[in-house]
Every structure is written in C-alpha cells, then in structure tokens.
C-alpha cells in the first residue's frame, strides 16, 4: 500500500487531473486498477498453489512457465524494480530541494538520498519494515490532512470546469496513463518479499487485495477533490498543489518523504530478493555469487548493492519523467506473463493445480494478459517493442544453453493437455492414404548395438514421421526388471546425445520373436501406432527360419517390414554412401512403400543432391516403351522426382546386381516364404542382393497410395 500512494500521487497527480481532466482520471484510475487487480487475482491463486519461497513473482512464474521463462522475466522485473529505486528517490529529492537552500544540487541531494536508502536496506529487512509502519502514520496523517483541506475548499464551478479533458501540446489520454501507470505497480511488494512472509500463501492475496481496493478509492477520491479545488492550469504546473489544499502543508511535505522513502525502501528491499533467487537457481553462471545472503536471515546484501548501483546510474543518467514509462513497460511484461502462467494452469487442467485462493479463473487470467499486451502498445508501441524483444533475446538465450534448474512447469501440462485432445480426435478421424505417415518401430539392439539401423529408422522419419527404438530382453520379467530400466535409461541418453527425434521401448519377454510382436501389438496408443517395423537382415540359414515366422506373423499383424541388409563397415554411420537411391519395381504390392521410403530417404539433408531412379527388369526389348511409360506415369503421378530406367535381361538378379552396383541404397520387394520354405527364402534373398552392400527389402502391409 505504501509503494502505490507514492510519488505519483504526491507529486505527478495534480498533472493527471488537469491533464485528462476528473472524468478521464477516474477513468485512467479504473484501468490501471483493472489490470492490477486481474493480475493480483492471478497472483493470488499461484500463490496459494504453490509453496512460496523467496522472488516474488520472479519464482511464481519461473515454477509455473519454466526457467526459460522465469529467467528472462525475473532479470527484466529486476531491472524495472531497480529503476523503480531511482524513480522514487528523484521523486524525494524534487520535493526536499523546495525546502534547501536555491541552487542545491538536485543529484547530489539524490545521491545521498540513494546511500541512506540503500543503508538501511543492508541492515536488514526487518528493520526496514519496522520504520515503514512510521512511515504509514506520516502517509496516514498527510492524507487527513488533504482531505479536510479539499472539503473546505471544494468549489463546484472549478469541478464542472475541471470535469472534462483538456490535453496539453503533447500529451494525450496515453501519455498520461503512462505516466500514472507505475504508481499502481507497488501490488508486487508484497510478493516481493515472499521469502520473510510468515505465510505468504494468505498474506500475499488478502494484503494485495486490500491494497488495491483501498488504494483505488483514495485516488478516485483525491481527483474528485483535487479537481474542484484548483483550475486546470494550477494543477498542470504546480507540483505541490496538494500542499497548498492541505489544512497543515507541512504534513504533505512528510508525506511525501515518507511515501516517497517508503517505496525506494520498498523496491530496494525487493529488488534484490528477485535477483538472489534468480542467482540461487543457477540460470545465469554470472550471477551465482549474487546468490550467497549474509546473516541469521540471509540477507542479499550482495544483491542489493548490485540494486543500489543500478539505481544510482538512473539517477545520475534520467529524470522521473523518462524513467515511468520505461519501468512501465516491464512492470507490463510482468504482469502479462504471471497472467498468462495462471491461464495456462487453468486450462491444462493439471491435477496439480489446486489453488486455494477460488475467484480465479482463465478468463479473468487470459484478459489481464491481454489487457497488458494491448495497453503496451497503446502507451508506446517503440518501448513495447523493445521490451518485448529484450524478454525475447533473453528466453531465447536461456532456451539454447543448458539449464541446471529443473523447475515443474506448465509446459508438459500444456503439451499434454494439447496431445490428448488431438489423439482423441484423430481416434475419430477416417483414416485415408493421403495422411500415411512412417511410424517405425526399428530393433535397435543393446546399446545401440546396432547403428545401421538407428539412422536408417531416423533417415526415414526425422521430417515426417515418428521413430521408437525398440529392445528386446531374453529372460523372466522378475529377473530383468532392473535391468530393462536401466536400458531404457540408457537409450534415453544416447537418443539425447546423438539428438535423435526417437523414443526408447524395452520389453522383457521369453524368446525374441515373442518380445518383437509383444512390441509390435503394444507400442503406440490408439490409432498412432508403428505401421513399419525395421529389422537387420539374417545373414545364416538357421537364422533365417526364425527370421521368417516373424516376418509372416507381422503381416498377419498388418505391420510392414523393412529389413536392411548392410556387408558394409563403413567409418561414420552418420555419412549417407554416394550414388543413386534405386527402387527395382516389380509391381504395387511393395512398390508403392519402396517409392514412397526412397523419397522419404532422399528429403534428408545428408541425401541431398542424390537421384532417385525406378528401375525393372523386363526379359526381351518388345516390353522396354510400355514399361517406361508405366514407370514415369507412377512417378508423375506420385509427384516424386526421379529417372527411370528398363533394363533387358533374363537374369534378373544378374541384372540387378550389375545396375545397381555404385548405388546408394537398393530397394528390393519380398513376400514371407511359406513354412518349409524358409532356407530356399535364405538362398533367393542372398542371390537378389549377391555383392551390393547395402540393400532394403520391403515387405509392405498398404494403408498408403503413390497417387494420394
């Protein structure tokens, strides 16, 4: 309460009325009250979800939106709190130098003012807050003594006049607003000191609230009476003009040291608070040692004389008329960010959020940040602009580097909440071939035991698709539970490491082929589930019987699968081999996927400036027109670029092994071989692929068309 009846009021109130007359004071009053008490209602049910501890609203926003975000806002709210130092000693010093001798020094009067602001603060907080209840009673006794002289003095015709507006050259509705606006910023003082609350879950909205219905009152109150006791004129140019209204005029020159003392000790208290608990979780290196207190209480009196030299350069590089509007504007971005974490709490409808505080709710939250977004630009669109990119440039810099606070935010709640509609959505969906997108699910192996196929699976899904590396363990669920934790652990780290858009999935289960399918059927949820299975080709008969029943048991699941089959041991797995991308097309029934797969492939940056060719086999030249009209209709109509080729031979495998020789991966279809069959299977697929080093046999359950 002290911090909102301040120097505006004492000093710059008089300049409100008469510039925007009674009604548009009033007006300007009730605005700024409506974003304060929208923003203290937000306040209010963070605090009381929350346990709060030291950074006012540095901390509620950081736990609610994230370290990104409460590291730039909490930097941004230190600074306005600084400048807010600055303010209020300038607002001091113009009231004391009327009473000091002509010709003092206005910045060496604020200067010492500043020292004797920040001595008291290092003292410690509880003598601070102490002298402010002195303070109070000067506060108190020089509005009584305003108000009993405004009731002798008020003149009905001087309030008709003053009633409406009457703008200077200059100035205007916002300008003014502008102006007042830092006077009703004082609702975070309370917040600010969360730290040496008893119980700042209660404390913080019954004292806020109070504070600003109280103190709204008083100032619709006071532009009532100061605009029928004075004409325009004297309330633009007069400073004092609540000096000469008051009954006893030196009362108001107390209240206006003390009010004005009472807010620089007030932002001097709390703007060091925010930047120990931005220091103490460890956002900003730089900061770290601003984190230590001293004392039985932790004072920060590091941080407050990091405070004290921020504010000493306001005084010494501006004047109160510059420093409002800018401390505005991030006092704005504040409040419009702990707006927007209360909105977000609300409708991620999060079982966390159990506030205490119930006249809350995203409406109210969604228009206070809307009404600080709208009233930043209103006021001045170039600071907004600027204070919006430096909160920008901020959470952007905190967003690349690698935090080590680790805050429970809003984020994951917001992305679920978002993910769940969407997934129950698409359950209701009609699928069409149009929408096919690769979901693999590839068999990485132990540890990345097998490389190959983790950035093939990533080659084919890292623009379009979703990827699961899935690992299965041999044995008893009782005796490999430890275990298959602790594997998963491990394919979450190394999916961090190599920056891998993937997902880990391990299973315990009695023999391979039953862990794959036991994957297969249970990954995903709901219609998002692997529709391509990526396996490593057997390169021995008896491997190949296994090999086969699971490859006839996922089209029976109506899943597809890829096998990739690579001899070659090349140094970086990473690196994409040079040549073609060849599709040996012998029909729709694994076509399609094997088109559709090689263009995917191709898309990757890696794969750049690599050609796609459709390629096959005919056994006389008769055939040769027919079929590369065919071929170029299907890549034409797919809309997939590419060359196509015909290649005369009876000796299909022959053919492919001579063609395809320099190319970069080989596309080849496949069919599950009946039971029996599985060994011949083994010999036909070893002669398909013969010396190529890396081949992709297809086997493709549909669900997707070229053509879509």
């Known amino acids: 309460m002290l911090t909102i009846l301040g120097v505006i009021m004492f000093l710059r109130f008089g300049f409100v009325v008469g510039q925007a007359g009674i009604i548009g004071t009033m007006a300007?009053?009730?605005?700024s009250n409506a974003i304060t008490l929208l923003t203290t209602l937000s306040l209010s049910a963070i605090a009381t979800n929350t346990k709060v501890e030291g950074g006012g609203a540095y901390f509620l926003i950081s736990r609610s939106l994230g370290a990104e975000f409460g590291g730039a806002i909490g930097l941004v709210f230190f600074a306005a709190q600084a400048l807010s130092v600055a303010m209020y000693v300038i607002g001091f010093t113009e009231a004391l130098v009327g009473y000091l001798p002509v010709g003092t020094s206005s910045t060496l009067v604020a200067s010492l003012t500043n020292i004797a602001v920040f001595a008291c603060v290092a003292i410690g907080a509880a003598w601070t807050m102490k002298l402010q209840f002195l303070i109070l009673a000067a506060v108190l006794f020089a509005l009584f003594s305003f108000y009993a002289g405004a009731w002798t003095q008020f003149d009905t015709a001087i309030f008709l006049q003053n009633k409406g507006m009457g703008f200077s050259d200059g100035e205007s509705f916002w300008t003014v607003f502008a102006l007042f606006f830092p006077a009703v910023t004082g609702i975070m003082a309370g917040a600010n000191m969360s730290g040496d609350l008893r119980n700042p879950a209660r404390s913080i909205p019954l004292g806020t609230l109070a504070a600003v219905f109280v103190t709204g009152l008083i100032y619709i109150s006071e532009a009532i009476l100061i605009g029928g006791c004075r004409e325009r004129e004297t309330l633009i140019t007069?400073?004092?003009?609540?000096?000469?209204?008051?009954?006893?005029?030196a009362l108001i020159a107390a209240g206006v040291f003390a009010a004005t003392i009472s807010s620089a000790l007030g932002s001097m208290m709390g703007a060091p608070r925010i930047l120990q608990s931005l220091a103490r979780d460890r956002l900003f290196r730089w900061l770290q040692p601003l984190g230590i207190g001293s004392g039985a209480n932790s004072e920060p009196r590091r941080a407050i004389l990091v405070t004290f030299l921020i504010?000493?350069?306001?005084?010494?590089?501006?004047?109160?008329?510059?420093?409002?509007?800018?401390?505005?504007?991030?006092f704005l971005v504040t409040y419009g960010l702990l707006n927007l974490a209360t909105f977000y709490e609300s409708i991620t409808k999060n079982p966390s959020y159990r506030p205490r505080f119930k006249f809350c709710h995203w409406t109210t939250s969604l228009a206070g940040a809307i009404g600080c977004g709208i009233v930043m630009l209103l006021i001045d669109w170039q600071w907004a602009f600027v204070a919006i990119s430096l909160f920008a440039a901020l959470h952007w810099y905190l967003s690349k580097i690698d935090l080590t606070a680790d805050f429970g935010n809003v984020t994951s709640g917001l992305l679920f909440e978002r993910t769940r509609k969407n997934l129950l959505k698409l359950e209701g969906e009609l699928y069409h071939p149009k929408n096919w997108r690769p979901f693999v699910l590839a068999l990485s192996g132990t540890g990345f035991s097998r490389p190959h196929l983790v950035v093939f699976g990533h080659w084919l899904t890292s623009r379009t698709g979703i990827l699961t590396l899935g690992q299965v363990i041999q044995g008893e669920l009782d005796d490999r539970h430890r275990r298959r934790i602790s594997q998963e652990k491990m394919l979450h780290t190394m999916i961090g490491e190599h920056g891998l858009n993937a997902f880990p999935a391990v299973v315990v289960a009695s023999d391979y082929v039953t862990g794959v399918e036991a994957l297969v059927q249970c990954q995903g949820l709901g219609r998002l589930r692997p529709n391509v299975v990526l396996l490593g080709c057997p390169l021995s008969a008896d491997r190949m019987k296994i090999f086969s029943g699971l490859l006839r048991n996922l089209k029976g699941l109506s899943r597809s699968a890829v096998v990739l089959r690579r001899t070659d041991e090349p140094n970086d797995d990473w690196r994409p081999p040079s040549g073609t991308v060849d599709v040996w097309w012998r029909g729709r029934a694994n076509g399609e996927l094997m088109v559709l797969l090689a263009h995917l492939l191709l898309q990757n940056e890696d794969w750049r400036g690599r050609e796609l060719r459709l390629l096959r086999v005919v056994d006389n030249e008769a055939g040769i027109a027919e079929v590369r009209n065919h071929l170029e209709s299907l890549l034409k109509a797919a809309r997939i670029p590419g060359v196509t080729k015909v290649v005369v031979s009876k000796d299909p495998e022959m053919a492919i092994q001579t063609t395809s020789r320099n190319a970069a991966m080989v596309f080849l279809g496949m069919q599950p071989p009946n039971i029996g069959d599985e060994e011949a299977f083994f010999y036909r697929t070893e002669k398909l692929a013969g010396g190529l080093s890396r081949v992709v046999f297809v086997q493709s359950a549909g669900g997707m068309r070229l053509e879509s």
């Open 28 to 31: 300007i009053v009730l605005f």
């Open 238 to 249: 007069n400073n004092l003009v609540l000096s000469d209204i008051a009954v006893l005029p």
């Open 311 to 330: 504010s000493q350069a306001g005084i010494l590089l501006a004047d109160l008329n510059t420093i409002a509007p800018l401390i505005t504007m991030a």
